[in-house]
C-alpha cells in the first residue's frame, strides 16, 4: 500500500507547513528574549541568568510538546481517512526514533548550556535533527534523507558562522519544512 509510510509524525502538506511557521514564531520568540537579556532594558534583562537559561528551557520543552502532539492530531486525521491502523510498525519505528532524537538532543544540548558552549547548540540541532531526518527516511514516504542532507549542510554552516545561527535555524526548522509540507502537499493533489 503506497500510504503506509504515512505515519503519526508525518510533516507532509499541511502539517509540514504548519510545524515550519510554529517553529519560525519559536526560534523568534526566543531571539526576542536573548536580544532583550543581551541589551539590558526592562523585562527579562532583570531575571538572573540561571532563570533566564530556565526560562529558555521551559519554551523550548513547550514548543516540542505543542509541535508533537498538533502534528500527531493532524496526522491522526489523515490516517484516519485513509484507513491506517493507528500503531502499524513504522508508526512505532518512527516514534521511537523520534523520542531517542528528543532524549539525546536534550542531553547533548545540557552538557553544551553546563559546559558554557551555548554557540554549539543551533549547529547541534540543525545537525541533528538531519541525522534524525536520514535516519527515519527508512520509514517514511517522502524524502526525508534529502531534507536531512540539506539540515545536516545548514547545521554545518551554523557551526562555520555562528552569527548567522538563528537565521539557520529559521532557515532549516521554517522554511525547510514549510516548502516540505507544500512539496508533498503538491505532489499528492
Known amino acids: 500500500m503506497r500510504n ?7 510533516l507532509r502538506g499541511n502539517t509540514g507547513v504548519l510545524f515550519g511557521v510554529i517553529s519560525l514564531l519559536f526560534i523568534y520568540l526566543i531571539a526576542f528574549f536573548i536580544a532583550q ?3 539590558g532594558d526592562v523585562g527579562v534583562s532583570m531575571l538572573p541568568i540561571s532563570f533566564f537559561e530556565l526560562l529558555l528551557s521551559v519554551v523550548s520543552i513547550v514548543f516540542v510538546f ?7 492530531l493532524i496526522n491522526k486525521k489523515k490516517r484516519k481517512k485513509l484507513r491506517l491502523k493507528k500503531w502499524d510498525t513504522n508508526a512505532k519505528k518512527i ?20 559546559n ?5 547548540i543551533v549547529p547541534v540541532t540543525i545537525v541533528g ?31 562555520m558562522y555562528p552569527t548567522l545561527g538563528f537565521y539557520l535555524w529559521g532557515i ?4 525547510n519544512h514549510i516548502a516540505y509540507g507544500i512539496y508533498y502537499s503538491n505532489k499528492t493533489t
Open 95 to 114: 516514534r521511537l526514533i523520534y523520542f531517542l532524537y528528543v532524549i539525546i538532543l536534550g542531553v547533548a544540548i545540557y552538557f553544551l548550556e553546563a
Open 129 to 159: 535533527y538531519g541525522i534524525f531526518a536520514i535516519i527515519a527516511h527508512k520509514y517514511t514516504s517522502g524524502n526525508t534523507a534529502i531534507l536531512g542532507i540539506i539540515f545536516i549542510i545548514e547545521g554545518l554552516v551554523a557551526l
Open 66 to 72: 505543542i509541535s508533537y502532539l498538533l502534528i500527531v
Open 37 to 39: 537579556f543581551e541589551s
Open 172 to 175: 532549516a526548522f521554517g522554511l
Open 4 to 10: 503506509a509510510k504515512i505515519h503519526n509524525l508525518s
Open 116 to 120: 558554557g558552549l551555548l554557540k554549539l
